[in-house]
């Protein structure tokens, strides 16, 4: 992720592409340290980048994807909440100015979660 992402809708943009195209170490980037991911209610938890890489090969490989659509931004100074139409995500703008996440909490198809229950 070069440069890195300058805005948080900008960051929704790279996930999603990062998503589409299936690049865990481009995803994992995308995290800061400690960052967790969590989708579906309790399927997919992950904590630090090597933790998110794999979770997401996992939701890849019952076809999960992410699409951004942020409905919207609250930001104060540093930290901005992103509430999108299937997701709640925590970021925090780094030293170097670019954003990462702290916490992306998405959702996934309930086929999915199905699955994952059989």
Sequence with gaps: MEPGARTPEELETL???AFVTRD????????ADGGVL???SDEYEARGAAAIGRCATALW???GTYVAAPRRVVQARDTALV???QSINVLRRG???????AIALLSIPDTIAKE???
């Design 83 to 85: 509430l999108g139409h």
């Design 38 to 40: 969590l989708a579906g």
């Design 61 to 63: 490989a019952h076809d």
């Design 116 to 118: 994952e229950h059989r």
């Design 24 to 31: 865990a170490p481009a995803l994992q980037a995308m995290f």
């Design 15 to 17: 996930f999603e592409d």
């Design 95 to 101: 030293a170097g100015g670019d954003w990462r996440y």
